[in-house]
């Protein structure tokens, strides 16, 4: 029996950040391990996925038996009772080990299936880098195993719902125009500029500010402006005159006309009532 991936116990790390604990990859030969493998019926807390390489195995479960052969995975559920009743010469297989917070929508009954070419891959790749053995290989190893369970039980029945208050994924062009405004803050940007800057007409950007931000791209570059003029304000360490050079106002009068009218206050005030 060869460990190959074991979860550390910190909370950090990516499996337990999506609720998936105890998570286990053993790579097994039937006739080296025979000894160490309970033949008595028995039970898990968590998620026993079994992943066959060459052979086969006879499985006994509460629900019938099962004849896993190469290339096919049988997943038990928790609380399943089963044991091998038979096994193929030379087998050889993966097992998968792992308990997850919620309560999965999948049925309560053990489910087989033929391996994807995708779950191959994840296998293979676990292998490889295994031995590669970098400092970057845990994490890399991490991420496949998780993506290798996710798709045993889409596989075996999980449909993952968004939730309800989920909102529509950002459209890149919308990131990509943020991060230019944040980027150049310090600009009097206009409309125009971010469209240049995107390829995108005025209508588009505008567009896309009223879909995901409720608001037009020249109010949020005027609140990006105002939050970063209130944060300059705070440091104390630029005088007021010095703030509105750097931020691209014709004279310090337009300055704290633009900063009165967004925040309520003269530059001053709010900078003696913030220190």
Not at 102 to 123: K, M, R, V, Y
Not at 149 to 154: D, H, K, T, V
Not at 221 to 235: F, H, M, N, P
């Amino acid at each position: 029996m060869k460990f190959l991936y074991r979860q550390s116990k910190a909370a950090d790390n990516s499996l337990a950040a999506f609720g998936v604990s105890d998570c286990c990859l053993k790579d097994i030969l039937l006739e080296r391990d025979f000894q160490s493998m309970t033949k008595k019926p028995h039970h898990h807390n968590g998620y026993e996925l079994h992943i066959i390489k060459n052979g086969h195995h006879i499985y006994e479960t509460d629900a019938g038996t099962y004849n896993v052969k190469s290339g096919e995975f049988l997943l038990i559920p928790p609380f399943v009772k089963h044991k091998i009743i038979a096994s193929g010469e030379h087998t050889s297989k993966y097992s998968v080990t792992f308990s997850i917070r919620t309560p999965l929508p999948i049925a309560s009954q053990c489910s087989t299936g033929t391996l994807t070419p995708h779950c191959g891959e994840c296998l293979d790749f676990i292998t490889a880098e295994l031995a590669l053995h970098t400092a970057s290989s845990q994490l890399l190893i991490e991420n496949r195993v998780f993506e290798l369970i996710i798709l045993i039980l889409r596989q075996s029945g999980l449909h993952e719902q968004p939730s309800a208050d989920e909102k529509p994924s950002e459209d890149y062009r919308l990131t990509a125009a943020k991060q230019y405004i944040r980027d150049n803050i310090e600009l009097p940007l206009c409309l125009s500029d971010i469209s240049e800057y995107c390829h995108l007409s005025e209508k588009q950007i505008t567009r896309l500010f009223a879909r995901y931000e409720g608001i037009s791209a020249v109010q949020y570059i005027t609140a990006l402006r105002v939050q970063y003029i209130e944060k300059l304000l705070r440091d104390d360490k630029l005088s007021v005159k010095a703030i509105s050079e750097m931020m691209g106002f014709s004279s310090e009068y337009y300055f704290n006309a633009f900063f009165k009218k967004h925040s309520g206050l003269p530059p001053g005030e709010y900078r003696k009532m913030n220190r």
